[in-house]
T-cell receptor
């Protein structure tokens, strides 16, 4: 069974203090690893898809990286508006599970001014 | 691009009542997914459709839950004989199978069962 574990559960940063969020996964065959941002009371907002180990993607202050066992979301010089829950999910190859995403529990990020 | 829409946004019901939620996907997307999310947890997969065909249902989905996607357009999720444990955010997502398969989520329907 596919599993995703995110750490830490919560992270409090000062504005400008860079850090990383971790996503460890086990999956039968990785089709893609997805990062989402979720604000309170809203649906997840798509950020990145990573497909193979060594791949990196960037968007503004966010950079996602992927290895064979984990992914990192690096946040450089965060601002208060980056405060949200960040979700990691995996999608596996094969069978009828082709479309399903398996999510971790999320990391709640709070950035103080 | 109007995005994924869901109605209603909030639903309060009494235990034992039936409820139905609607999802309208992004117009060119052929795949549609339903997830459930409880407080402090990530979304949990319920079921998904490719066009009008329901291709997978989670083993966690009881017989009280049913989903349809007539004509491969909008979808409905019905919960019969609701229980307090059904209280959650119900999320719908859509994707296009030929383009990376990124899933785009709607705002969700918050269900409270009293």
């Amino acid at each position: 069974e596919d599993q995703v574990t995110q750490s830490p559960e919560a992270l409090r940063l000062q504005e400008g203090e860079s850090s990383s969020l971790n996503c460890s996964y086990t999956v039968s065959g990785l089709r893609g690893l997805f990062w989402y941002r979720q604000d309170p009371g809203k649906g997840p907002e798509f950020l990145f898809t990573l497909y193979s180990a060594g791949e990196e993607k960037e968007k503004e202050r966010l950079k996602a990286t992927l290895t064979k066992k984990e992914s990192f979301l690096h946040i450089t010089a965060p601002k208060p508006e980056d405060s949200a829950t960040y979700l990691c999910a995996v999608q596996a190859f094969g069978g009828t599970s082709y479309g399903k995403l398996t999510f971790g529990q999320g990391t709640i990020l709070t950035v103080h001014p | 691009d109007t995005g994924v829409s869901q109605n209603p946004r909030h639903k309060i019901t009494k235990r034992g009542q039936n409820v139905t939620f609607r999802c309208d996907p992004i117009s060119e997307h052929n795949r549609l997914y339903w997830y459930r999310q409880t407080l402090g947890q990530g979304p949990e997969f319920l079921t998904y459709f490719q066009n009008e065909a329901q291709l997978e249902k989670s083993r966690l989905l009881s017989d009280r839950f049913s989903a349809e996607r007539p004509k491969g357009s909008f979808s409905t999720l019905e919960i019969q004989r609701t229980e307090q444990g059904d209280s959650a955010m119900y999320l719908c997502a859509s994707s296009f199978s030929g383009k990376g398969n990124e899933q785009f989520f709607g705002p969700g329907t918050r269900l409270t069962v009293l």
